[in-house]
């Protein structure tokens, strides 16, 4: 089963490494950590020492930081991202007797990755000069990268607002300053982002980089998240139905790919389809193929209508059906013990672990009072699905409960 705090990405289009490595070469603070390790080997060569002078910190000494900056003409707000990022990425090395120049990572997207990372890192010592810019940057990142077509800056301040409001429960005094004052710090943010090669500004809109792209989503990949390349999901795309939902079950294909899966068919074609799978198939391919038919409006309707006379899908469909406001058979009490017993009975295809309190919440109900109505449930898995529950649900007196229906069920066979 899902996990809910993974979010889903819509497909991006990741360029060839040779297009991705040529722009991480040009990205301001790549050329400018270059220039700073180039500085660094003059500084080396004219020193008895051989070494630049640094602090205990391992920072550039004052003297010599007023150095860098004059020679290299940058902005002092920006040395000390520029030399995390330079001794990071191995351009430069500091040891004790000072800073020399570094042998470099071989992997240019490796250290392009490395770069991102230690401006991300940068947030908690005022990255931006916006505390709020600063404390919501993932999700701007990760607001941005869904939007491929860019985002007016206008649009990315109220989301940020809205996000300040709810999530950090602001109080109205600051949030009015914040309405004055964030149009400025993004801006200003902004541009610190465009230097680092993230972001494109086009004006009042702004977009990812292509080098920002693959950051993005390596980032997102790595906290679980699904955020597929086009190039993945639309070899997804062209599988069959049943081939599709094997994929999804082993973790192979996403939301993304059934996504595209459907806009590459006929709704009714695609409906039927599915439809096929589920009717035939175990708990968890009819779980799976349940929940890309939800994505299907409807002009699907006429398929999904068809499967109210399929013994294991017509509860579905009929569901379907109700949901949007289109003509269907009503449920009673005892299908909604069926359709339970399908929920749970789907963790047992998947081998999901089942001492998890989250697996047993999948049906929102009151589980004790439903147990009962389970066992009379005519489903093929329903004894499977009690002993689940005798053996590993944490409620005792459900458990308890779980267990007495199963022995009435057994009884009966």
């Keep these: 089963m899902a996990d809910s705090d993974v979010l889903t990405f819509p497909p991006v289009d990741i360029a060839p490494d040779e ?8 990205v301001p603070l790549v050329r400018d950590a270059r220039r700073l390790a180039e500085w660094v080997g003059g500084r080396c060569a004219a020193s008895s020492q051989g070494v630049c ?37 191995r351009l430069v090395e500091v040891t004790r007797q000072g800073a020399r120049p570094g042998p470099g990572v071989p ?22 000069g916006s505390a709020v810019v600063d404390e919501h940057l993932t999700e701007i990142l990760a607001t941005i990268y869904s939007v491929r077509e860019g985002m007016p800056l206008a649009a990315l301040a109220g989301g940020i607002l809205q996000a300040h409001e709810v999530g950090c429960e602001a109080r109205p005094a600051d ?76 973790g192979r294909a996403s939301a993304s790919a059934a996504t595209l899966w459907l806009e590459r068919r006929v709704p009714e074609d695609a409906a039927r389809e599915l439809i096929k799978i589920a009717a035939s198939g175990d708990a968890a391919q009819r779980g799976t193929a349940g929940t890309v038919l939800e994505e299907l409006g409807p002009e699907a309707a006429q398929a999904v209508r068809e499967a109210l006379d399929e013994p294991m899908m017509w509860r579905y469909a009929a569901a379907w059906l109700g949901v949007r406001d ?12 069926w359709v339970a017993v399908d929920t749970l009975a789907a963790l047992l295809y998947i081998g999901a672990p089942v001492d998890s ?20 449930a005519d489903h093929p898995d329903a004894l499977a699905v009690l002993e689940m529950l005798g053996r590993h649900h944490p409620d005792p007196l ?16």
Aim: glycine residues 8%.
């Design 53 to 89: 002078e640094v602090t205990e910190e391992g920072l550039p000494h004052p003297a010599e930081a007023e150095a860098i900056v004059a020679a290299l003409g940058l902005a002092a707000a920006r040395l000390r991202l520029l030399w995390v990022v330079a001794v990071n990425g």
């Design 107 to 128: 992997d240019p997207m490796e250290f392009w990755d490395g770069v991102v990372m230690d401006v991300l890192d940068r947030t908690e010592e005022g990255l931006t």
């Design 19 to 26: 297009e991705l490595v040529h722009a991480v070469r040009e």
């Design 326 to 337: 289109l003509e269907a058979p009503a449920l009673g009490e005892g299908d909604g013990a």
């Design 398 to 413: 459900i458990a308890k409960t779980a267990r007495k229906t199963a022995m009435k069920v057994r009884s009966r066979t």
């Design 175 to 250: 949030l009015r300053r914040l309405r004055m004052t964030l149009p400025g710090e993004l801006s200003a943010a902004m541009a610190l982002l465009e230097y680092c090669g993230l972001i494109e500004l086009t004006g009042e809109l702004v977009r990812l980089s292509q080098p920002g792209v693959w950051a993005v989503r390596r980032d997102l990949l790595r906290e679980g998240h699904d955020a597929p390349s086009l190039g993945e999901v639309a070899a997804l795309a062209e599988l069959g139905a049943a081939d599709l939902i094997d994929a999804m079950l082993h």
């Design 357 to 376: 309190v989250a697996h047993f919440d999948l049906l929102g109900e009151d589980l004790l009072a439903l147990v009962p109505e389970m066992g009379r």
